[in-house]
T-cell receptor
Framework: DTGVSQNPRHKITKRGQNVTFRCDPI?????LYWYRQTLGQGPEFLTY????????KSRLLSDRFSAERPKGSFSTLEIQRTEQGDSAMYLC??????????????FGSGTRLTVV | KNEVEQSPQNLTAQEGEFITINCSYS?????LHWLQQHPGGGIVSLFM???GKKKHGRLIATINIQEKHSSLHITASHPRDSAVYIC????????????FGEGTQLTVNP
């Protein structure tokens, strides 16, 4: 297993376009998380899955954002009608739950989105 | 007031110095995490703590549950330790998703 993989690494898009990011977690992990990080700030929670079930969505996640994890493996995060305020690093992480199993979180390298 | 507070925000040290970064939190937690982030975005998990102390190489992390405080220590610091160090907590009421501090930017000069 090569860790958590995110694609693409960078995405530049025009305002109003739709974008989709992919995350491949560590295969043994049952939880997958999406976070967003803007420059100089700590990451903010967006949503998470346990297996294929989406258990929680942040109020930060407007109707333009949707995430899926159809078979409990990889996940996609789609942003529709992008706005300049969506420009950020989108981080994916995976873990065991409960936390007593495993060694905590493993993060991907992130997808940096720039909306022009 | 943020639920997770770190200090200092910025720290500059000379190579070889002993470094301490502090984290205080105001909510009940199931675990506290120390993370390292290098320029370019990738985050590496350093420690997950629910009590006591953990050591890995030159890094030591401690937690005092009663005082809701944790420290990350780096012994014999090196320029390659330069990074942002982030404290994050898993809250009892929200499962294992993380609430993050704003990070400490550490610069170690040769």
């Amino acid at each position: 297993d090569t860790g958590v993989s995110q694609n693409p690494r960078h995405k530049i898009t025009k305002r109003g376009q739709n974008v989709t990011f992919r995350c491949d977690p560590i295969s043994e992990h049952n939880r997958l998380y999406w976070y967003r990080q803007t420059l100089g700030q700590g990451p903010e929670f967006l949503t998470y899955f346990q297996n294929e079930a989406q258990l929680e969505k942040s109020r930060l996640l407007s109707d333009r954002f949707s995430a899926e994890r159809p078979k409990g493996s990889f996940s996609t995060l789609e942003i529709q009608r992008t706005e300049q305020g969506d420009s950020a690093m989108y981080l994916c992480a995976s873990s065991f739950f409960p936390e007593t199993r495993g060694n905590g979180y493993t993060f991907g390298s992130g997808t940096r989105l720039t909306v022009v | 007031k943020n639920e997770v507070e770190q200090s200092p925000q910025n720290l500059t040290a000379q190579e070889g110095e002993f470094i301490t970064i502090n984290c205080s939190y105001s909510v009940g937690i199931s675990a506290l995490h120390w993370l390292q982030q290098h320029p370019g975005g990738g985050i590496v998990s350093l420690f997950m703590l629910s009590s006591g102390k953990k050591k890995h190489g030159r890094l030591i992390a401690t937690i005092n549950i009663q005082e809701k405080h944790s420290s990350l220590h780096i012994t014999a610091s090196h320029p390659r330790d330069s990074a942002v160090y982030i404290c994050a907590v898993s809250r009892e009421t929200s499962g294992s998703r993380l609430t993050f501090g704003e990070g400490t930017q550490l610069t170690v000069n040769p």
